[in-house]
């Protein structure tokens, strides 16, 4: 949509940040959440934010389970099983940006927030080479991440 901008309305969630805005926002409110809504094997393969640095460790939820990929209808509950509560500002992450934009809607429409995308994801889209990583993202950003 012509003029649309990367900030959406405030009843479908808070908007979109950079990686850098919220590892920022991260390490300066210690009420903030990072939630990392990839899969498991995400984590396992590909690596998490290293949130060290906060003093903290990012949320891992579901926000579709794999393989099917079909949305995790337990996912507000696990949330709050992690300590999560309404009203605590809340940075969703994916690889990405598409899945944690949906978590983001879906949480603030339940009264959470406010809630936040992480712009590019963990690894954004696919560079000239077709790798992720390296174009946008988490990891792009030079932000802090580890893979065990």
Request: glycine residues 10%.
């Amino acid at each position: 949509m012509a003029g649309e901008t990367a900030r959406s309305s405030a009843t479908e969630y808070a908007g979109d940040v950079t990686p850098q805005q919220a590892f920022d926002a991260l390490k300066r409110d210690a009420k903030a959440a990072l939630v990392d809504v990839r899969t498991q094997a995400e984590w396992s393969f590909v690596g998490l934010p290293d949130l060290r640095a906060a003093g903290r460790q990012p949320v891992l939820v579901e926000w579709q389970t794999y393989p099917a990929m079909a949305r995790n209808p337990d996912f507000a509950a696990e949330l709050a099983r992690a300590g999560i509560e309404k009203g605590q500002p809340l940075y969703f992450l994916c690889r990405s940006g598409a899945r944690s934009r949906a978590a983001a809607i879906a949480m603030t429409a339940l009264g959470h927030g406010p809630c936040y995308n992480v712009a590019g994801g963990f690894e954004g889209n696919r560079d000239s080479d077709g790798h992720r990583g390296t174009v946008e993202g988490w990891k792009a950003a030079g932000c802090p991440w580890r893979q065990d």
